[in-house]
């Protein structure tokens, strides 16, 4: 994978920048998302993500973190998270699925998954840009029906960050 893929990737869980990825990284990306969609942290829905984002978080650090520090250097993420899972994305997929899952009903999602303006909206409070987002949500809708499944998020994410193309 070349650096500025790495990078991106990398930027994509450093939520306040500071050069690596710890427990805040996932509770500013949470706290956003309730933000976004006028949920409180404190109902059922607010629980499940902020639960979903403390699962994400254990198992990033028990996958990157080699020195224990509770933090994940760019290094780290480098040499742990994508090298380790990029043969395995599965493996990354169920770690980041609370999370995911958690954010999906943040934002309203039925069974059959979120709308694809909604889908937008999760994107667009987790930092990611507005034409990168679109371009995302319009190739993980299920054959035009806009709607995007709970599974498709899941493959897709793991996808993203673990497989180099």
Do not use: H
């Not at 991106?8 to 990306?29: K, L, P």
């Not at 934002?107 to 507005?130: H, K, N, S, Y």
Request: aromatic share 10%; with cysteine; charged share 30%.
């Amino acid at each position: 994978m070349d650096e500025r893929r790495i990078a991106a990737r990398f930027a994509g869980f450093d939520q306040d920048g500071n050069g690596y990825i710890d427990r805040e990284d996932f509770y500013v990306a949470a706290k956003a998302l309730l933000a976004e969609f006028g949920v409180t942290a404190r109902c059922d829905r607010g629980q499940s993500l902020f639960a979903g984002a403390e699962a994400f978080w254990q198992g990033m650090a028990g996958i990157a973190d080699v020195d224990g520090d509770q933090r994940v250097t760019r290094e780290e993420f480098v040499t742990g998270a994508v090298k380790r899972l990029r043969d395995n994305p599965d493996r990354f997929a169920e770690i980041a699925r609370p999370f995911l899952r958690g954010a999906l009903a943040v934002a309203g999602a039925e069974g059959d998954g979120i709308a694809a303006d909604t889908a937008l909206r999760v994107l667009g409070a987790f930092g990611v840009e507005a034409d990168v987002a679109r371009a995302a949500v319009e190739a993980l809708e299920a054959g035009g029906s806009g709607r995007v499944s709970e599974d498709v998020v899941v493959r897709a994410f793991a996808r993203y960050f673990t497989v180099p193309e």
